[in-house]
């Protein structure tokens, strides 16, 4: 059984930094794509960012120079920096990954709310 599960989320103030985390567990051989996901209320879930197990990213436009995405393939875990936040960023952050045991399946975490107010 594998497991995805994200921490870090909080609340912060506009401009603030939070660092979300996703680590994978349970029988794993091989993780490729990874991302993050967001959900605002009232709104459909949205992706954030991707990177590849060679390091290659993808931002959507609206974090693209605020937020960085990393990995680390040795502890199958996978980050998110997230700086000048900004009260539209507020959402539960889901964390995304493509493994593989013994066939290659598509795995989410349950999510970290992340709230960005004054």
């Known amino acids: 059984q594998v497991h995805l599960v994200e921490s870090g989320g909080g609340l912060v103030q506009p401009g603030g930094s939070l660092r979300l985390s996703c680590a994978a567990s349970g029988t794993i051989s091989s993780i490729t794509l990874m991302n993050w996901y967001r959900q605002a209320p009232g709104k459909e879930r949205e992706w954030v960012a991707s990177i590849s197990r060679t390091g290659g990213t993808n931002y959507a436009v609206s974090v693209t120079g605020r937020f960085t995405i990393a990995r680390n393939n040795d502890e199958n875990t996978m980050y998110l920096q997230m700086n000048s936040l900004k009260p539209e960023d507020t959402a539960v952050y889901y964390c995304?990954?493509?493994?593989?045991?013994?066939?290659?399946?598509?795995?989410w975490g349950q999510g970290t709310q992340v709230t960005v107010s004054s």
């Open positions: 995304n990954a493509y493994i593989r045991t013994l066939i290659r399946r598509n795995y």
